[in-house]
């Protein structure tokens, strides 16, 4: 319906400013969205990552002209984290995605103090691929199918803390979406069938709108505002998945 594609535009573009400045909260924006407006779990799921194919693919060629794409970095994330798609678009079917989500929590919230507590002074940034990388990106790219949401957050805040450079991890990291969100999409459609089309286009036409713009803010904004900022979205992901929890149950 209309309403639902002018809605799902202005939240895909607001997600999309976040996602694209600070590397992650996309696809939990746009899930809460899809559930308030009645679309099934797996659906919506399935549907975040139908955009996410086209809006981080936006978003990550904006990245890549604007020089914040590692290439080492960007070959060690997505292959294993295609891997790690299949397997959760896979299962998704078959594990409640609530429980991934609170699997990930004490890690999101630990993660999150980390960044925003840690010392102040300045830290000695890089642009080398840390040997975690690739099972992090496997990881990653398994919860992210399974759980709706993931990859940014684990993704980005590890490698942050590993000292990589915080504009060239979110490049990278988008970039690499869009090839791990194609993945998944592939195998959503297997087991689910078309999307929400409504609200689907309308996350994609506001992502892809607000793509160039949330480059330019990455590239401007200094490494210390981006970690802090990072910090303080992951500790209301982590945050929100608690208080799910305790207010479903």
């Given at each position: 319906?209309?309403?639902?594609?002018?809605?799902?535009?202005?939240?895909?573009?607001?997600?999309?400013?976040?996602?694209?400045?600070?590397?992650?909260?996309?696809?939990?924006?746009?899930?809460?969205?899809?559930?308030?407006?009645?679309?099934?779990?797996?659906?919506?799921?399935?549907?975040?990552?139908?955009?996410?194919?086209?809006?981080?693919?936006?978003?990550?060629?904006?990245?890549?002209?604007?020089?914040?794409?590692?290439?080492?970095?960007?070959?060690?994330?997505?292959?294993?984290?295609?891997?790690?798609?299949?397997?959760?678009?896979?299962?998704?079917?078959?594990?409640?995605?609530?429980?991934?989500?609170?699997?990930?929590?004490?890690?999101?919230?630990?993660?999150?103090?980390?960044?925003?507590?840690?010392?102040?002074?300045?830290?000695?940034?890089?642009?080398e691929t840390p040997r975690i990388t690739g099972p992090l990106g496997l990881?990653?790219?398994?919860?992210?199918?399974?759980?709706?949401?993931?990859?940014?957050?684990?993704?980005?805040?590890?490698?942050?803390?590993?000292?990589?450079?915080?504009?060239?991890?979110?490049?990278?990291?988008?970039?690499?979406?869009?090839?791990?969100?194609?993945?998944?999409?592939?195998?959503?459609?297997?087991?689910?069938?078309?999307?929400?089309?409504?609200?689907?286009?309308?996350?994609?036409?506001?992502?892809?709108?607000?793509?160039?713009?949330?480059?330019?803010?990455?590239?401007?904004?200094?490494?210390?505002?981006?970690?802090?900022?990072?910090?303080?979205?992951?500790?209301?992901?982590?945050?929100?998945?608690?208080?799910?929890?305790?207010?479903?149950?």
């Amino acid at each position: 319906m209309p309403t639902d594609f002018l809605a799902s535009a202005l939240v895909g573009a607001l997600a999309q400013l976040v996602d694209g400045a600070l590397g992650m909260a996309y696809g939990v924006t746009s899930a809460a969205l899809l559930l308030a407006l009645g679309v099934p779990p797996a659906l919506a799921s399935a549907s975040v990552h139908y955009a996410e194919t086209f809006t981080c693919g936006a978003s990550g060629f904006s990245h890549l002209l604007a020089g914040n794409v590692l290439k080492k970095l960007f070959w060690s994330l997505v292959i294993p984290g295609a891997v790690g798609a299949t397997l959760g678009a896979y299962v998704v079917t078959h594990l409640p995605a609530g429980a991934m989500k609170m699997v990930l929590t004490p890690y999101l919230i630990g993660m999150g103090l980390f960044l925003l507590l840690r010392p102040t002074r300045r830290q000695h940034l890089h642009d080398e691929t840390p040997r975690i990388t690739g099972p992090l990106g496997l990881v990653a790219g398994f919860a992210d199918a399974v759980a709706g949401g993931g990859w940014s957050a684990l993704n980005v805040t590890t490698l942050v803390a590993r000292g990589v450079r915080p504009r060239m991890v979110i490049g990278t990291v988008h970039l690499a979406k869009c090839l791990v969100s194609a993945v998944a999409s592939i195998t959503f459609f297997l087991q689910v069938g078309l999307p929400h089309s409504g609200s689907v286009l309308g996350l994609i036409a506001g992502g892809v709108v607000a793509a160039p713009f949330s480059a330019l803010l990455a590239r401007r904004m200094p490494p210390r505002v981006a970690t802090v900022l990072a910090a303080l979205a992951v500790l209301a992901i982590g945050l929100n998945n608690v208080a799910h929890l305790i207010f479903t149950h």
